[in-house]
């Protein structure tokens, strides 16, 4: 099992950057792949990114270009740095694991973005 803590959301305006941090505990050697979701109000649940153990990376087509997710492994912790951010960016992201096809999620952090 895999505990996520995430942190960074924040409110920002129109154009500027966050970066959203998860921790990962447990049974991080198993991990497969470590992605960031979001849910807007009204909307289901959607991937943002995700980086595969060997390093490869996968990004939704709406923040290609704007978005990076990268990892330290000696901390243990993958990061989403988001740029040039959207209102339609406005959600609450989720840092996910998978291990051996099963999922864990964090508690969430609220991202804003607003004039």
């Known amino acids: 099992q895999v505990q996520l803590v995430e942190s960074g959301g924040d409110w920002v305006q129109p154009g500027g950057s966050l970066r959203l941090s998860c921790a990962a505990s447990?049974?991080?050697?198993?991990?497969?792949?470590m992605g960031w979701y979001r849910q807007a109000p009204g909307k289901q649940r959607e991937l943002v990114a995700v980086?595969?153990?060997?390093?490869?990376?996968n990004y939704a087509d709406s923040v290609k270009g704007r978005f990076t997710i990268s990892r330290d492994n000696a901390k243990n912790t993958v990061y989403l740095q988001m740029n040039s951010l959207k209102p339609e960016d406005t959600a609450v992201y989720y840092c996910?694991?998978?291990?051996?096809?099963?999922?864990?999620w964090g508690q969430g952090t609220q991202v804003t973005v607003s004039s």
């Open positions: 996910n694991a998978r291990v051996l096809k099963v999922d864990s």
């Open positions: 980086i595969i153990s060997g390093g490869s990376t």
């Open positions: 447990g049974s991080i050697l198993r991990i497969y792949s």
